[in-house]
């Protein structure tokens, strides 16, 4: 089908939904690749009942979880974004803990129904394909699944290599846009973060293949690896900081026993910049995360040096990193993927980090117990480097006693004390 010929095809957003019916269960695509127009029209029609959202977290407007929606449409989120948590912790949207890795297979076994899905796409190339763009994730499994697929077809959507192609002929019904994929730009980072991307880079080795997520600790880490040398890069996600180091020479993917030459990952977040550099990059290879974030794949990885983050972390090593107490704050994602992943790579490193305190300074991070209905994303049989401003630990392989004086002994000064006192009433000793 020409350009010409599908841009004709194209409708307006409500007769896009229009093939909606009360009861399903609907797909959204997520991140930048949130499709902002059909969730407007989709949450527009009244006529609609007992809708079911399955998503990742998205970006852009959530209108599906007004109060004016609660009646007729439910968020499940698999991982749960700033756009949701309040609807979440009000008991108007649910929320689903789960592997990253292991979402792909509810769709396609059915544990979850697909009956729909929302996708932005980039438009079809001359074999008639359009590319699922700068999020693959669990959108792969969905597009394969769901019998019904409605797309907001953009031109400002990047055209990714890998496992990335929906044909144009399986569309039920698309919208053409033209718009800027959604906007994640990189926040400047405190003094805090800034010591913690030093004590991170200290760990990585020359030849490692690293994997980090987004925000300010993530981003403080990449600033602080221009001088390795030969780095790969094998993430479920990544933003505009690996382009300083593709560009730099620092990444070169050489080194990689698989998947070698090409960055990785499931999913991108951040600016033009970033859409830019992977927009029919054939350097950059696309997966779902069940590949990008299988642990049979990651252990082959030489060096794998996995960065991730957390809320809280106990005197036993127990990391908290999807809640604040019972409230949810994101979600499972990828964290033990990667930390069993990067455990069991010859020569790897599962990292923790995060600061040392929270809420200006005022709460520890490092507790003597995580805070009632705290979830445990790592294990402590799983937790290996714990990293904050004050310094870097390994607790593989340490008793109960010595991890909690190790953890104690990067904790904030302030804390140091009264963390000390704990763990001799936990532990018994003088």
């Known amino acids: 089908m020409s350009s010409?010929?599908?841009?004709?095809?194209?409708?307006?957003?409500?007769?896009?939904?229009?093939?909606?019916?009360?009861?399903?269960?609907?797909?959204?695509?997520?991140?930048?690749?949130?499709?902002?127009?059909?969730l407007e029209a989709l949450c527009a029609r009244d006529d609609l009942a007992d809708l079911k959202l399955y998503h990742m977290h998205t970006a852009g407007p959530a209108p599906f979880v007004d109060p004016a929606c609660r009646r007729r449409i439910t968020s499940v989120s698999l991982?749960?974004?700033?756009?949701?948590?309040?609807?979440?912790?009000?008991?108007?949207?649910?929320?689903?803990?789960?592997?990253?890795?292991?979402?792909?297979?509810?769709?396609?076994?059915g544990r979850i129904r697909i009956d729909a899905a929302l996708?932005?796409?980039?438009?079809?190339?001359?074999?008639?394909?359009?590319?699922?763009?700068?999020?693959?994730?669990?959108a792969r499994a969905a597009a394969d699944c769901a019998p019904l697929k409605i797309a907001e077809i953009n031109r400002g959507m990047p055209r990714t290599h890998g496992d990335t192609s929906v044909p144009l002929r399986?569309?039920?019904?698309?919208?053409?846009?033209?718009?800027?994929?959604?906007?994640?730009?990189?926040?400047?980072?405190?003094?805090?973060?800034?010591?913690?991307?030093?004590?991170?880079?200290?760990?990585?080795?020359?030849?490692?293949?690293?994997?980090?997520?987004?925000?300010?600790?993530?981003?403080?880490?990449?600033?602080?690896?221009?001088?390795?040398c030969e780095l790969g890069i094998h993430t479920e996600m990544f933003s505009d900081?690996?382009?300083?180091?593709?560009?730099?020479?620092?990444?070169?993917?050489?080194?990689?026993?698989?998947?070698?030459?090409?960055?990785?990952?499931?999913?991108?977040?951040?600016?033009?910049?970033?859409?830019?550099?992977?927009?029919?990059?054939p350097d950059v290879e696309f997966y779902p995360s069940d590949v990008t974030n299988d642990t049979n794949l990651l252990r082959k990885l030489d060096k794998l040096t996995a960065v991730?983050?957390?809320l809280q972390i106990d005197l036993t090593g127990q990391v908290c990193a999807d809640s604040i107490g019972?409230?949810?704050?994101?979600?499972?994602?990828?964290q033990m993927d990667f930390m069993r992943g990067a455990a069991l790579s010859p020569g790897g490193k599962a990292i923790i980090a995060l600061p040392s305190t929270a809420v200006r300074g005022t709460v520890s991070r490092?507790?003597?117990?995580?805070?009632?209905?705290?979830?445990?994303?790592?294990?402590?049989?799983?937790?290996?480097?714990?990293?904050?401003?004050?310094?870097?630990?390994?607790?593989?392989?340490?008793?109960?006693?010595?991890?909690?004086?190790?953890?104690?002994?990067?904790?904030?000064?302030?804390?140091?004390?009264?963390?000390s006192g704990r763990l001799r009433e936990i532990r018994h000793f003088c």
């Open 4 to 38: 010409a010929d599908w841009s004709s095809q194209s409708v307006v957003a409500a007769d896009a939904v229009s093939h909606l019916r009360s009861g399903m269960n609907i797909f959204v695509h997520g991140a930048s690749a949130t499709p902002t127009p059909l």
């Open 79 to 109: 991982f749960t974004g700033a756009p949701v948590r309040k609807a979440v912790e009000e008991g108007r949207a649910d929320f689903i803990p789960v592997f990253l890795s292991d979402i792909p297979a509810l769709f396609r076994n």
């Open 119 to 138: 996708l932005q796409l980039s438009p079809p190339d001359k074999h008639g394909l359009c590319s699922l763009g700068t999020s693959i994730d669990v």
């Open 170 to 228: 399986g569309l039920q019904a698309w919208l053409q846009t033209d718009r800027p994929p959604h906007e994640h730009p990189p926040t400047p980072e405190s003094p805090v973060e800034a010591a913690i991307g030093e004590q991170v880079a200290r760990l990585v080795e020359d030849g490692a293949t690293v994997q980090t997520g987004i925000g300010a600790i993530p981003d403080a880490v990449l600033a602080r690896l221009a001088n390795k």
């Open 241 to 281: 900081r690996v382009v300083d180091l593709v560009e730099g020479g620092v990444v070169t993917n050489r080194r990689k026993s698989i998947f070698r030459g090409q960055t990785v990952t499931s999913f991108v977040t951040g600016t033009k910049r970033l859409f830019d550099f992977v927009d029919d990059n």
């Open 308 to 310: 991730n983050s957390a």
């Open 326 to 334: 019972h409230r949810i704050y994101s979600g499972i994602g990828g």
């Open 366 to 419: 490092i507790v003597a117990e995580l805070a009632p209905g705290a979830g445990v994303v790592t294990t402590r049989g799983h937790v290996h480097w714990v990293v904050t401003e004050y310094g870097a630990v390994d607790l593989h392989g340490l008793s109960l006693r010595q991890r909690g004086e190790a953890l104690i002994s990067i904790a904030h000064p302030d804390f140091r004390a009264e963390l």
